[in-house]
């Protein structure tokens, strides 16, 4: 079982910066896959971005890509995801989420809400 809590989430103007930070419990957290993943009010939950066990590979989504960096720390059984150049449709709640298998995402987090101001 792992247990995921996410912190960082505020309000924010636009074009500012948050880093969120995901926190998980569990002595497995190093082989584990992380993710970030965002749900803006009457929208479906959508991809932000992935990182792989090692940190080595990165993945984001297109509306991200180059504003956002996902990152880790394996020691401190944490993931990060830095948020800048945030703009108004980066208002949702945001959570993480661990791939065991690498593949499909089993647990989650309760969710930070991040909120972009105009």
């Known amino acids: 079982q792992v247990q995921l809590v996410e912190s960082g989430g505020g309000l924010v103007q636009a074009g500012g910066s948050l880093r969120l930070s995901c926190a998980a419990s569990?002595?497995?957290?190093?082989?584990?896959?992380m993710g970030w993943f965002r749900q803006a009010p009457g929208k479906e939950r959508e991809f932000v971005a992935a990182?792989?066990?090692?940190?080595?590979?990165?993945y984001y989504a297109d509306s991200v890509k180059g504003r956002f960096t996902i990152s880790r720390d394996n020691a401190k059984n944490t993931v990060y995801l830095q948020m800048n150049s945030l703009k108004p449709e980066d208002t949702a709640v945001y959570y993480c989420?661990?791939?065991?298998?690498?593949?499909?995402?089993?647990?989650w987090g309760q969710g930070t809400q991040v909120t972009v101001s105009s």
């Open positions: 569990g002595r497995t957290f190093s082989s584990y896959a």
């Open positions: 990182i792989s066990w090692s940190g080595g590979s990165t």
């Open positions: 989420a661990a791939a065991p298998s690498g593949h499909e995402y089993d647990y």
